[in-house]
């Protein structure tokens, strides 16, 4: 079985969802079937169609959150060196022809999140960053084309 590499904060954040969704949304999930089913006959019940894919979604999130924290391994990240671009870390990046600034944190795949500036080191900048000292460039293969990104800092949060 291939191992589950989360932060700690990124454990405890699924373990809650998992800890949610087994508790408080299945008790809903249950309910809109006990509803969808008091309406009558079930053949031709769009509600009872909808509260049973609802439930199955829910089932399979479940088991796929047990499972995945089932193999986790927790990595910590509160001390080493700063001199690469590792998990955990904040990077600042410069793009080499627009001059644009970015901060990314180097996370997991499972707690990646682009709004709030977490990337995965799997996705492809984050591949590219990875391992990469201050003021390495990184050649990185977007769909949008080839860029260049200079890291111009390295930090924790």
């Not at 500036?117 to 990875?130: E, R, V």
């Amino acid at each position: 079985m291939e191992r589950v590499i989360l932060t700690k904060e990124g454990y405890e954040k699924m373990s809650q969802e998992l800890s949610f969704l087994a508790t408080k949304k299945r008790r809903e999930v249950a309910d809109m079937l006990e509803k969808a089913r008091a309406h009558g006959d079930l053949k031709e019940n769009a509600e009872y169609d909808a509260a049973k894919l609802a439930k199955q979604q829910l089932e399979t999130r479940i088991g796929m959150l047990q499972d995945r924290l089932a193999r986790a391994e927790i990595v910590e990240l509160s001390s080493g060196p700063t001199d690469k671009a590792l998990l955990g870390m904040t990077v600042e990046i410069r793009n080499e022809e627009s001059e644009e600034i970015f901060n990314y944190t180097l996370v997991s795949q499972d707690e990646a999140d682009f709004s709030v500036g977490k990337i995965s080191i799997t996705s492809p900048i984050g591949k590219g960053i990875l391992g990469k000292s201050v003021d390495e460039v990184a050649e990185v293969d977007i769909p949008a084309g080839l860029i260049r990104l200079r890291i111009v800092r390295i930090y924790r949060q």
